[in-house]
């Protein structure tokens, strides 16, 4: 099996980086595009169950090597909790209501509604690394609020888990104020208490600079953030995306993203091909309606959500569609909510299987749509330049 698995993800990967290069699209949605081929939804070769470890680490990785990258004095940002408020209350309401009109009860529709609010930042964020755009004003804005977006989700998820037993007040304060705390303090603190850590462990503990032991303190540190997410109720990726940033000013910043990113090259792969992986489109046939009218919702309440609030708040039009689109992807957030529900036993597989299709494609139109708008954005800003020496000259 291990052999099978081995020759199917080499395929898998190396197909991928080719084909994107000749589509001009990311890597990124090629990789789905291949999981789905070996997974079983086509050949059957692998299951989910073989690789979901592996694709949370892949996921873990990515998180912490876009918080290397990150200010979060430029990312956690009124306007981010604005745009990230907007993608979690729009989705909630119309995907409640388009739940209800299919004929499912109140619980079952606020399920799906709690999926619609999510924003997949892996995707997201892997997106706009492929394209260089992270430290764009409007990749600092999709991440700041990609990231409030799933905080808020998981908040709404906490909610809406408590309500089969009853809805209880306290368990639901309880973990919304360890979220603000785990965050909280995993920025100010971390940033000023956790940098000066790793480089005091690096020049005095050791007795001598170890880039390798130095290195593995990092990700130690990491995989505890996210140990830490997971346990108060929140995603891993938070975790190890707020473990990033806190190690951003560290003078071995450098040193952790040039390790970091071997280990993306494998993990973070199989992180993509796991999402193509985990689609079954055989359990979707039935409820393909439900599908198309979920997706379109999802899109739309993003797009307009985010987007409007994205314009009201200065952003040309062009930016806010931007913002908008960058905030489209479910991703895992989704797929963790619609799997509570099943675990609860209060949404059917069919449901469940309509909650993965509409997380996989608004996670495969992400990247053509936001490649299609900053190539349009690029094409302007040479057409503006070329004005510009035309009237010099």
Request: glycine residues 8%; positive net charge; charged residues 15%.
């Amino acid at each position: 099996m291990a052999g099978a698995f081995y020759s199917a993800f080499c395929s898998a990967y190396r197909f991928p980086i080719s084909f994107s290069r000749g589509i001009k699209q990311p890597v990124s949605i090629c990789l789905i595009i291949a999981g789905i081929i070996i997974g079983p939804s086509v050949f059957s070769v692998v299951n989910y169950s073989n690789v979901s470890v592996l694709a949370q680490i892949g996921g873990i990785i990515l998180l912490f090597l876009v918080g290397l990258e990150s200010n979060f004095r430029e990312i956690y940002t009124k306007k981010a909790f604005k745009v990230a408020l907007a993608g979690v209350i729009v989705p909630i309401i119309l995907g409640y209501a388009v739940a209800i009109m299919f004929g499912l009860n109140t619980v079952s529709a606020l399920f799906i509604a709690a999926a619609l609010s999510a924003t997949s930042i892996g995707i997201t964020a892997a997106v706009l690394k492929e394209m260089g755009k992270l430290s764009t004003e409007t990749g600092k804005l999709i991440i700041g609020a990609a990231v409030m977006d799933d905080i808020l989700s998981l908040l709404v998820l906490s909610v809406v888990a408590s309500l089969p037993t009853g809805f209880e007040i306290f368990s639901v304060a309880a973990t919304a104020i360890k979220a603000i705390v785990f965050v909280v303090v995993s920025i100010f603190i971390g940033d000023k208490l956790l940098v000066r850590l790793v480089d005091f462990f690096d020049y005095h503990v050791i007795g001598v600079h170890s880039p390798k032991t130095t290195f593995m303190l990092a990700m130690a540190l990491a995989f505890a953030y996210s140990f830490i997410a997971e346990w108060i109720g929140l995603s891993a990726i938070v975790g190890a995306f707020l473990a990033g940033i806190s190690l951003a000013r560290s003078r071995n910043v450098k040193l952790f993203y040039a390790g970091t990113e071997y280990l993306e090259a494998i993990f973070t792969s199989i992180f993509f091909v796991s999402l193509g992986i985990i689609v079954s489109i055989s359990d979707a046939i039935s409820v393909w309606p439900l599908i198309i009218v979920l997706t379109f919702v999802a899109v739309a309440t993003k797009v307009i959500g985010c987007g409007y609030t994205a314009k009201k708040l200065g952003f040309s039009w062009k930016d806010s569609k931007i913002v908008g689109v960058g905030m489209m992807p479910r991703g895992e957030v989704a797929l963790i909510i619609g799997l509570y529900g099943i675990t609860l036993g209060v949404i059917t597989n069919a449901i469940y299987s309509a909650i993965v299709f509409m997380a996989f494609l608004t996670t495969i139109l992400t990247p053509f749509i936001l490649n299609k708008l900053y190539s349009e954005e690029k094409i302007k800003i040479k057409k503006e330049a070329f004005v510009k020496i035309k009237e010099k000259n």
